[in-house]
């Protein structure tokens, strides 16, 4: 549930995902599952307090559902576009942007949001 004091966390499923190459690309959406999984789990380590994680899908990641801690959100066209637009819907609450796409980053950080590169919620590489 959407707590207005809660951090909200807007995190980039396509830019986390492929930010280490583990074959992600074989399947998208499972990927992107395992990313929520993860996000469920470890939420966003480093941050007291009430988090609220918005997993954003696009592409062949559409479909995937939300589970309890992590809320998942389809974007309709550009993921960039549709992580600006939550942002700018967030008011003054505090944001934080997870990705590492330099364009996205410039956007949300003139919309007033902090932004984390991958690293901040990404799990380890599975080794073969």
């Not at 954003?56 to 960039?80: F, H, N, Y």
């Not at 549709?82 to 003054?92: K, R, T």
């Not at 796409?101 to 590169?117: H, P, T």
Request: proline share 8%; charged share 30%.
């Amino acid at each position: 549930m959407e707590d207005a004091g809660s951090l909200l966390v807007i995190v980039d499923a396509a830019n986390v995902v492929g930010s280490v190459p583990d074959g992600w690309w074989r399947d998208r959406r499972g990927a992107a599952e395992r990313l929520r999984d993860h996000l469920a789990a470890q939420g966003v380590p480093g941050h007291e307090g009430p988090v609220d994680i918005v997993l954003v899908v696009e592409g062949a990641a559409r479909g995937v559902e939300p589970v309890p801690g992590v809320r998942v959100a389809a974007a309709p066209g550009s993921g960039d576009d549709h992580m600006v637009a939550l942002v700018a819907e967030a008011g003054d609450r505090p944001v934080l942007v997870v990705t590492a796409d330099r364009e996205l980053r410039r956007r949300v950080e003139e919309l007033g949001a902090d932004v984390a590169g991958p690293r901040a919620v990404r799990p380890a590489p599975r080794r073969g």
